[in-house]
């Protein structure tokens, strides 16, 4: 089942009770499914898109264009320079996808770290809508989202510290999903963004989806296609 929508801002329609946030953003049906913190460590209060914004975000966004997972950003080219294809309505938006989804555990743009309680409630609209686009991969961004992810979308138990490091461009098998974590880009050194683009690049070699098509038991030749 695929989510019938033209919109790349906010697509359901999520209103959390807070004065300003970063709603998610992209491509309704992603196989790629970018998860961050918050605003105010990932980016987006100004430009209203998560990851974008910040000094370490071209790197960032650079890397998911070489891995393919976005098509590229608000000027119409590639890292390298070169013209991508677009048409000008996209062109309007800081960063063109294409089978990616960008969210926020905590979309609410606060002052400081938002409390426990607050995570806890804002959680509800991330879980809705990370069920929505049913992503095949889930790439938490930062030991915040990572721990998040690994503990309610793997059946491993993570009672040890998250080790960004180690963790880093590394695919995990969780419930339903390919979990890839990344490290928090405000940390990256030399390599790691190449670590993410040869992961990412790896992974999309192989049949990542994992699904199986059963159409062959229901009338008719449509493909019914099940993980």
């Known amino acids: 089942m695929q989510n019938v929508t033209d919109r790349t801002r906010n697509p359901f329609g999520m209103r959390p009770d807070c004065r300003s946030f970063v709603p998610g953003y992209g491509d309704a049906n992603a196989d790629f499914h970018v998860v961050g913190d918050h605003p105010g460590v990932h980016g987006g209060v100004e430009t209203g898109v998560p990851f974008t914004g910040e000094p370490w975000s071209p790197a960032f966004l650079s890397a998911l264009i070489e891995a393919g997972l976005i098509a590229g950003l608000a000027d119409g080219t590639a890292p390298d320079g070169t013209p991508t294809a677009g048409t000008e309505d996209e062109a309007a938006e800081p960063v063109r996808t294409?089978?990616?989804?960008?969210?926020?555990?905590?979309?609410?743009?606060?002052?400081?770290?938002?409390?426990?309680?607050?995570?806890?409630?804002?959680?509800?609209?991330?879980?809705?809508e990370l069920r929505a686009i049913a992503a095949h991969v889930l790439l938490p961004v930062g030991a915040r989202a990572t721990k998040h992810v690994l503990e309610q979308y793997t059946a491993r138990a993570w009672k040890t510290e998250i080790d960004m490091e180690a963790l880093h461009a590394t695919e995990i098998?969780?419930?339903?999903?390919?979990?890839?974590?990344?490290?928090?880009?405000?940390?990256?050194?030399?390599?790691?963004?190449?670590?993410?683009?040869?992961?990412?690049?790896?992974?999309?070699?192989?049949?990542?989806?994992?699904?199986?098509?059963?159409?062959?038991?229901?009338?008719?030749?449509?493909?019914?296609?099940?993980?």
């Open 98 to 128: 294409a089978r990616t989804y960008f969210s926020y555990l905590h979309m609410c743009a606060s002052e400081g770290t938002p409390t426990e309680e607050s995570y806890d409630d804002m959680e509800r609209f991330f879980d809705a």
């Open 173 to 227: 098998l969780g419930s339903g999903w390919l979990v890839l974590p990344i490290k928090d880009p405000v940390e990256w050194v030399e390599g790691d963004g190449d670590r993410l683009v040869e992961a990412l690049s790896e992974l999309q070699s192989t049949d990542f989806r994992r699904e199986s098509d059963l159409g062959r038991f229901i009338p008719g030749s449509d493909p019914y296609l099940v993980r």
